[in-house]
């Protein structure tokens, strides 16, 4: 049996992060330090737990802004047109700063991600930055899952394993309505030539942006689908 995410409770030491994206301030409460929050969990499982092939699923990734997620943010507040009056879907939304952005400049947006302590921090970085924002616990893996279509689907630095760039891009497709957009930021992972390829395959075509986030450069790709896929 798999191990249950909900089942180990842990509390992480937290503060308070401020990023002012466009003409606002977003406030967000955040994992103090990564390494500790990893301690945490860790010391909080069995021994049992621990040889779970799933554990690793329970790892506070989502405590921390990272670049690729301020990019995102960055991008979305300059591009508004992307977004306002649009169905929008962030998918491992993390801590949720794109999501807020994006619907604080007029996107109707839900928010997800598959991590049990992530509607937490959602809902209280909504809060904390005064901005109302949809959420629901979502794995977008689950082949059986049914869920609207979007005019934007959206995520950021979600290629960290080899064998999700062409899942990854499979799995997007799926929630994009005929004519939707796919935006996704990356801070230059490993896989991420094998995505773009997966993306080509399928009949998207790319634009490219680059973004810089404390002096680390960002690429966030706009796709659109201008063909039938390929065999």
Known sequence: MALDMKSIKVDYQRKIEQRKIGDKLFVLEVI?????AIDTICNAMTEEDKKDPFAEDLCPY????????????????KNSQYFIHHRVLELGC??????????????HVLATDFHPDVETYFVRNSRHSNIPCDYSRLNWRDEV??????????GSDILYEGKHASEVAQGLMR???????????????????????????????????????????VFVFVFERITECTE
Do not use: C
């Not at 103090?32 to 500790?36: F, P, T, V």
């Open 175 to 217: 929630f994009i309505k005929p004519g939707g957009k796919i935006i996704l930021s990356d801070p230059g992972r490993n896989y991420l030539q094998s995505f773009l390829t997966s993306m080509k395959n399928e009949g998207f075509k790319e634009e490219m942006h680059l973004i810089s986030v404390k002096d680390k450069e």
């Open 32 to 36: 103090r330090d990564l390494d500790e």
């Open 62 to 77: 989502f405590g921390i802004l990272w670049p690729a997620a301020e990019a995102l943010a960055e991008f979305i507040s």
């Open 94 to 107: 993390g801590l949720g700063l794109p999501s807020l952005v994006a619907s604080y400049v007029g996107g």
């Open 145 to 154: 899952l049914m869920l609207e279509k979007f005019d934007v689907v959206m």
